[in-house]
Nanobody
Framework: QVQVEESGGGLVQPGDSLRLSCAAS????????VGWYRQAPGKQRELVAS????????NYADSVKGRFTISRDSAKNTDYLQMSSLQPEDTAVYYC?????????????WGQGTQVTVSS
């Protein structure tokens, strides 16, 4: 089995920064891709940033370009979402989706989410 755990959420003020972590563990041969999603109350879950294995060009939603940065520590199977210049509209539960290759398959695994609240 594969476990995905996000951490790093919290309450911050507008303009502050926050770094989220996404740690994957279990019977993983490789991480094929990682996506950070967020879901605000009453809204659909949306893709914020993603990065595929072997690529040096992450993808970002227009709403976070220039403010969020996705990165990976392959040795730790941990991905990060560095968020800066946070605004109230960034308030949401942030989820990490890991596409993991195991010996017998490739599947998506979701974490439980971490709350980010931006408020003065």
């Amino acid at each position: 089995q594969v476990q995905v755990e996000e951490s790093g959420g919290g309450l911050v003020q507008p303009g502050d920064s926050l770094r989220l972590s996404c740690a994957a563990s279990g019977s993983i041969l490789s991480i094929e891709s990682v996506g950070w999603y967020r879901q605000a109350p009453g809204k659909q879950r949306e893709l914020v940033a993603s990065m595929a294995k072997g690529t040096s060009t992450p993808n970002y939603a227009d709403s976070v370009k220039g403010r969020f940065t996705i990165s990976r520590d392959s040795a730790k199977n941990t991905d990060y979402l560095q968020m800066s210049s946070l605004q109230p509209e960034d308030t949401a539960v942030y989820y990490c989706k890991v596409t993991a290759r195991r010996v017998w398959d490739v599947k998506d695994y979701w974490g439980q989410g971490t709350q980010v609240t931006v408020s003065s």
